[in-house]
């Protein structure tokens, strides 16, 4: 059974950083790609970030363009979402998602696996 478990979110103040991490088990070439989304209280998921497989490639919404990197630690099975320069605006619940496709994908309908969430509050 493929898991994703998010961790690395918490309280932070505007202008902070923060680094999530999702860490996938539990089947093989199931993860080729994958990305971050989040959800925000009485608004849809949007799509945050995502890297592909195998050269890693990389695709940032418009929103956390400049302030956010994703990378992947094949070894571990790991990815990272590192944002910097939080605004109040990035409050939400933070989602892992993997599909077994190297391509990216930027809409939450090609994901097959989703991860529960890690919370991101940012205070103004």
């Known amino acids: 059974q493929v898991q994703l478990v998010e961790s690395g979110g918490g309280l932070v103040q505007a202008g902070g950083s923060l680094r999530l991490s999702c860490a996938a088990s539990?089947?093989?070439?199931?993860?080729?790609?994958m990305g971050w989304f989040r959800q925000a209280p009485g608004k849809e998921r949007e799509f945050v970030a995502a890297?592909?497989?195998?050269?890693?490639?990389?695709a940032y919404s418009d929103s956390v363009k400049g302030r956010a990197t994703i990378s992947r630690d094949l070894a571990r099975n790991t990815i990272y979402l590192q944002m910097n320069s939080l605004k109040p605006d990035d409050t939400a619940l933070y989602y892992c998602?993997?599909?077994?496709?190297?391509?990216?994908?930027?809409?939450?309908?090609?994901?097959?696996?989703w991860g529960r969430g890690t919370q991101v509050t940012v205070s103004s």
């Open positions: 539990g089947g093989t070439y199931v993860w080729l790609s």
């Open positions: 998602a993997a599909r077994p496709f190297q391509q990216i994908a930027t809409t939450a309908a090609p994901y097959a696996f």
């Open positions: 890297v592909g497989w195998p050269d890693s490639n990389t």
